[in-house]
């Protein structure tokens, strides 16, 4: 298995043309910007359905 993440895209500016940079980065000869696609973790799952959508409150809107 290898230990790079393959992007789709650029997370900057969404340009395809990405190229290997050192042993773990990616290239985007778009906007030349060099980046990382690394995994923090896991995140926990909701404890009851109900929870699994989210509020007005949490999405940004009016409570």
Same mark, same amino acid.
């Given at each position: 298995? *290898? #230990? %790079?993440?393959?992007?789709?895209?650029?997370?900057?500016? &969404?340009?395809?043309?990405?190229?290997? =940079?050192?042993? @773990?980065?990616? +290239?985007? %000869? &778009?906007? %030349?910007?060099?980046?990382?696609? +690394?995994?923090?973790?896991? @995140? %926990?799952?909701?404890?009851?359905? #109900? *929870? @699994? =959508?989210?509020?007005?409150?949490? +999405? &940004? &809107?009016?409570?």
């Amino acid at each position: 298995m *290898s #230990s %790079r993440a393959v992007p789709y895209h650029c997370p900057y500016c &969404g340009e395809t043309d990405l190229w290997p =940079h050192e042993p @773990t980065g990616w +290239e985007c %000869r &778009g906007c %030349r910007r060099a980046f990382k696609v +690394e995994l923090l973790g896991l @995140t %926990r799952r909701p404890s009851s359905a #109900s *929870s @699994t =959508h989210p509020t007005a409150n949490e +999405e &940004g &809107g009016a409570s």
